[in-house]
T-cell receptor, first 113, second 112 residues
């Protein structure tokens, strides 16, 4: 399975600022996804990161708030823009092939103060 | 509306005994199911999967059972080991869409 390096592992940010989270995969993967896990809740899919085109966002998530890049098959970034305390969460990227055993990054624990 | 539910937030089991983790889903169109294990400060790691054409899949100490009529799946760990202590997530998807919906997790504690 692919190995995903995600950074930063944690950050404390001021409200109104933005944070970019990076995920680097050690091999090419067809699909990459970004999730959010708020305390005591499920992993919620934010968007599918599409290589070379705009990401596909789930209901409740918009590009202006969570811009995503995927310049190639091994790298993706998620930016959390204009942050508020409600954005405090763990953010995870995931990558894999067709319907298979996806691997995850180690997560970014974001605290907005 | 949560499509995948894990109603037990925690489970405690003695080492050597069986651990049974349960998961319910609401969308009868789901055709692929996975279990992930997550240790603190790490991302989830894939454990075992099952497609809707099967009702059981076994991998070593881990067995997943799928009851489509009840929209229920379960993960059995036999025998349980202290190293199995982690949070376990079930996930479901429509296989061709590659989108997974996760339960909220069950924290398993295996006592020595």
């Amino acid at each position: 399975s692919a190995v995903i390096s995600q950074k930063p592992s944690r950050d404390i940010c001021q409200r109104g600022t933005s944070l970019t989270i990076q995920c680097q995969v050690d091999s090419q993967v067809t699909m990459m996804f970004w999730y959010r896990q708020q305390p005591g809740q499920s992993l919620t899919l934010i968007a599918t990161a599409n290589q070379g085109s705009e990401a596909t966002y789930e209901s409740g998530f918009v590009i202006d708030k969570f811009p995503i890049s995927r310049p190639n098959l091994t790298f993706s970034t998620l930016t959390v823009s204009n942050m508020s305390p409600e954005d405090s969460s763990i953010y995870l990227c995931s990558g894999g092939g067709d319907g298979g055993d996806y691997t995850f990054g180690s997560g970014t624990r974001l605290t907005v103060v | 509306d949560q499509q995948v539910k894990q109603n037990s937030p925690s489970l405690s089991v003695q080492e050597g005994r069986i651990s049974i983790l349960n998961c319910d889903y609401t969308n009868s169109m789901f055709d692929y199911f996975l279990w992930y294990k997550k240790y603190p400060a790490e991302g989830p790691t894939f454990l075992i999967s099952i497609s809707s054409i099967k009702d059981k899949n076994e991998d070593g100490r881990f067995t997943v059972f799928l009851n489509k009529s009840a929209k229920h799946l379960s993960l059995h760990i036999v025998p349980s080991q202290p190293g199995d202590s982690a949070v376990y997530f079930c996930a479901a998807s429509l296989i061709h869409f590659n989108k997974f919906y996760f339960g909220s997790g069950t924290k398993l504690n295996v006592k020595p």
